[in-house]
């Protein structure tokens, strides 16, 4: 295997560097006894192979996973609000996730995205089928979210994988932003002395900063592999997408367990808590990359 | 009045898979529930492919019914289960050991799917019954399932939870089991198909505490707990 090798295949490329940084890390939490816990290290010992090994398989397996992952990460969400004892609510969103996901591995950009109209639709038949009107406004809302957040915007991530370029642009945006949220972790315990919002008290405006300054310089250097037709603006575009809408996401799930009065959103996973805590970064970096990428150099969705 | 909007976070989200597999009363769960009605379905068609099963008497139809029987093999909860009808047995929740069953997610899994079990605490006892003691009278309808004498070893029936769920008004199904110690006996690491197994539903109990509950058990079981000295020789 040469470095060419890897360079035209970035499932090849992507797999060879996550062993590499998993490796390293490890190396470097023994030696420098960086602060940090191995239990999360040891859960991403389970998601990372999981993960790669669907995106190995192909489109299909890809997407059942996608789609499994969104089901249960739904499940947790609808736990910590209540939505949960609402049956004919979530019915109404596993259907939409498994819509959008079914829509996405076909290819279909036009169904794909007209479920979330459709689902919202059928949404509102819910409290007049069951002919209630207490409380209904407000899971109505919540179920709303259900649909837009691990329906369609994490289906994005199957339909990625079978657009044109990509798988590129898919390994990118899952790894960079799985590593953006652990390089503010770590950042934030080493220099982290600022919080900067009340929404998540643990971030830190260095950790923050330093993650967001070190996922730029990592998306030029990957960019020949990635998406090797992107022209350098639209490369500091890409890193910008993940450093801010990686923000965006977890504050926007932190702010449902604020509210709810949650610590995590379940404890599938151990040292991370819920499959939402690990995809709430994914949930808003993969539309808003797949779209403004999409856009501006193509690729997605066609 | 209206009430107002709450967010109602479940009371289980941190717990691991195994101790919410095991809580009672279960929390809403539209897979567990599903794959519940499939496992049982699938035990009880595995269970009759395997097993002559006789069935004596029938279950009353009342809303809360205690069934107590004698314990002699992991089968006896797949044959009591598959014994009773549809309709019966949905309702029945099994009352296993968390030391035994619900240690490990895989086997917590297998019990709650397969047997429809939720955990009782063999290792705090007697907060174990504390608890159950709060929480037995203010069920409305449900069925339990439970081995009094705590154990595939010995016959003789304990009162702890038995008598909690006497006083507490739950009617008492007796139920005689025989054949199952043959057909999985204890010690055994897997089961020994194609013998007889029967199931005799004794009269319901209504009012359990003012009898002597243990006594008659006792008495049920041994005159209805074993097979024929003919069907012990095929099941041998």
Redesign the interface.
């Known amino acids: 295997m040469n470095i060419n090798e890897l360079a035209g295949d970035p499932l090849l490329f992507y797999t060879v560097a996550t062993v590499v940084t998993v490796v390293l890390t490890m190396a470097l939490m023994t030696v420098l006894r960086l602060p940090g816990s191995w239990v999360p290290m040891r859960t991403w010992f389970v998601i990372l192979p999981v993960a790669l090994g669907a995106m190995w398989l192909g489109h299909g397996a890809w997407t059942v996973f996608v789609t499994v992952v969104s089901i249960v990460a739904f499940k947790e969400f609808a736990r910590v609000t209540g939505l949960y004892r609402q049956t004919l609510f979530v019915l109404v969103v596993y259907g939409a996730i498994i819509a959008e996901n079914l829509f996405a591995l076909v290819g279909r950009y036009d169904f794909f995205m007209a479920v979330p109209t459709w689902a919202v639709l059928a949404l509102a038949l819910v409290p007049i089928v069951l002919r209630r009107s207490e409380n209904m406004l407000q899971w109505f809302a919540l179920a709303i979210v259900g649909v837009v957040f691990y329906g369609y915007f994490l289906a994005h991530l199957s339909y990625l994988y079978g657009s044109p370029l990509g798988l590129g642009y898919l390994l990118f945006v899952v790894l960079m932003t799985q590593l953006n949220d652990a390089l503010q972790y770590f950042y934030g315990k080493a220099v982290g002395r600022h919080r900067w919002t009340p929404i998540s008290p643990n971030k830190t405006v260095e950790g923050s900063l330093l993650a967001g300054a070190t996922i730029i310089v990592l998306t030029f250097l990957q960019a020949p592999i990635a998406f090797p037709h992107v022209p350098p603006q639209g490369v500091l575009v890409a890193g910008l997408i993940i450093a801010i809408g990686g923000q965006i996401g977890d504050l926007t799930m932190a702010n449902v367990k604020r509210n709810a009065g949650v610590k995590d959103f379940g404890a599938i996973l151990p040292g991370h808590g819920g499959l939402t805590d690990r995809l709430n970064s994914l949930m808003v970096t993969a539309p808003a990359f797949a779209h403004i990428m999409g856009y501006l150099y193509g690729g997605f969705p066609a | 009045m209206?009430?107002r909007?709450?967010?109602?976070?479940?009371p289980d989200?941190?717990?691991?898979?195994a101790a919410r597999l095991g809580q009672y009363p279960r929390q809403?769960d539209?897979?567990l529930d599903v794959a519940r009605v499939l496992a049982r379905t699938i035990a009880a068609s595995l269970f009759r492919l395997q097993y002559r099963l006789e069935v004596v008497g029938a279950p009353p139809n009342m809303p809360r019914v205690a069934i107590m029987a004698n314990h002699q093999s992991h089968l006896d909860t797949l044959a009591i289960l598959t014994a009773l009808p549809e309709q019966y047995r949905r309702r029945v929740t099994v009352l296993a050991a968390r030391d035994y069953f619900f240690e490990h997610a895989c086997s917590a899994m297998a019990a709650n799917l397969f047997g429809q079990a939720v955990a009782f605490d063999r290792c705090t006892e007697l907060g174990e019954l504390r608890r159950w003691a709060k929480l037995l009278p203010n069920i409305d309808a449900g069925w339990f399932l439970i081995y009094p004498s705590g154990s595939r070893k010995r016959i003789e029936p304990h009162s702890g939870l038995a008598g909690i769920l006497a006083r507490s008004g739950w009617a008492v199904l007796p139920v005689a089991l025989a054949g199952t110690a043959e057909a999985w006996p204890v010690g055994h690491k897997v089961w020994r198909p194609f013998r007889t197994v029967r199931v005799t539903f004794g009269d319901p109990i209504t009012n359990a505490d003012e009898h002597d509950l243990p006594a008659e058990l006792l008495a049920f079981w041994r005159t209805h707990g074993r097979l024929d000295s003919a069907e012990r020789g095929e099941n041998e």
Do not use: A, C, I, V
């Open positions: 209206r009430r909007f709450r967010y109602e976070p479940f989200l941190d717990l691991p898979l809403p539209l897979f």
